[in-house]
């Protein structure tokens, strides 16, 4: 079975061993079941190992008899699954997408596991293109998700990256290979619920097929176009300086408002990115060195050749977990930050509680930057 962008380009751009294990989010539908076996075929051809996770969200009583499908298919094609429960489970499709990279990345962590690999197809992209467009954003980043990308929450998502190599795959092929092999995949009854956007987008375009195909080639050719700014947008990040003390410094890089919103979120320590037009309004209102305005947990000062960015001491910070520090420093007893006395107030009320820190904001930089530079990659043919 041979599905989506070239599986060997991929893994071997991701991965930084060739006999690294690779994790696979399996709810037991028709795109990650196409997954599961793609990737099946792959490992077999390698030798790599796979791990298999299901999240039960404990929102309705068939999802444990579903997890338990899956795990009898991973058994069935020699891999380890686990089923990872939701303690406290609340009915929004938001707090349940990041409750589940939450306990998928924690168990990834736990495995010492970097790469997993998500069912997401075109028709996904398609879907939340028209989502975001309806919700006024324009450009080539309507088209999302993308091939590559850092797991979406953090600090749980440190050094983990997202793979999705169905990306360009519309999930009526992926069904009409399954039902040839002989395959029965989980049909989740919230796919029919109207009660979410997505939903109510996806029955509309299976309604209007003509609109479906044209939207089709409209996003294909957006995700062509997101590839080459995502390129540069990684070149950019490469270039941005971070002090010892958590700052970060854009002087001589000419950044972008889509990299100014990425940094706040590096800065602040957090997994929320501030709207697109608050960015706008930073830019146009900082003209002046030593200016400053605060967004997204962050601080903004202009200085003469570009940005000084900083945690907003008026946001209080999450405090030490896994020996992290606001979601910016870990715990190192050789590292040393600056002295409090030597630091300036903005920076001092937003430090950890001793010297024996170091920042981590330049590794996640460096982690999305890789994840953005990933190239175009080909689609392979059935």
Request: net charge positive; aromatic share 4%; proline share 5%.
């Amino acid at each position: 079975m041979k599905f989506g962008v070239d599986f060997d380009a991929l893994l071997a751009r991701a991965s930084t061993s060739p006999t690294q294990s690779l994790t696979l989010a399996v709810s037991g539908g028709s795109d990650s079941l196409a997954l599961l076996l793609l990737t099946h075929d792959w490992a077999m051809r390698t030798g790599r190992t796979l791990s298999i996770l299901t999240v039960d969200h404990g929102l309705r009583p068939e999802a444990r008899r579903e997890a338990e499908a899956v795990a009898a298919w991973s058994r069935e094609l020699g891999h380890k699954h686990q089923t990872l429960s939701w303690a406290t489970p609340k009915p929004a499709q938001n707090a349940a997408r990041t409750a589940r990279f939450r306990l998928i990345c924690d168990a990834m962590r736990a495995a010492d596991a970097q790469l997993l690999l998500v069912g997401h197809t075109l028709d996904d992209v398609v879907e939340t293109a028209l989502i975001r467009r309806r919700r006024g954003v324009r450009g080539a980043s309507i088209a999302g998700p993308t091939i590559a990308a850092p797991a979406p929450v953090w600090p749980e998502g440190r050094g983990i990256t997202i793979l999705r190599p169905l990306v360009k795959t519309r999930r009526a092929d992926l069904q009409n290979h399954l039902r040839r092999d002989g395959r029965n995949w989980i049909d989740d009854p919230t796919n029919h619920s109207l009660a979410y956007e997505r939903i109510r987008v996806r029955k509309f375009l299976h309604r209007h097929l003509g609109l479906r195909d044209i939207s089709t080639q409209f996003v294909r050719e957006l995700q062509q176009q997101r590839a080459i700014e995502d390129q540069s947008l990684g070149r950019v990040l490469d270039r941005v300086q971070v002090r010892s003390d958590g700052t970060i410094d854009t002087a001589g890089v000419d950044v972008t408002e889509r990299a100014l919103s990425l940094l706040a979120r590096c800065a602040s320590g957090s997994a929320a990115e501030p709207r697109a037009g608050s960015v706008r309004s930073l830019v146009s209102t900082l003209r002046d060195p030593g200016t400053r305005q605060t967004l997204g947990g962050a601080w903004f000062q202009k200085t003469q050749d570009g940005f000084h960015i900083g945690r907003d001491p008026g946001a209080n910070p999450r405090g030490k977990e896994r020996d992290m520090f606001d979601g910016r420093f870990a715990r190192s007893e050789q590292a040393r930050l600056p002295n409090a006395k030597d630091q300036g107030f903005l920076v001092r009320h937003a430090s950890p509680p001793d010297q024996h820190w170091h920042e981590i904001i330049s590794e996640r930089l460096a982690h999305m930057a890789q994840c953005y530079k990933t190239p175009d990659l080909d689609v392979v043919s059935a």
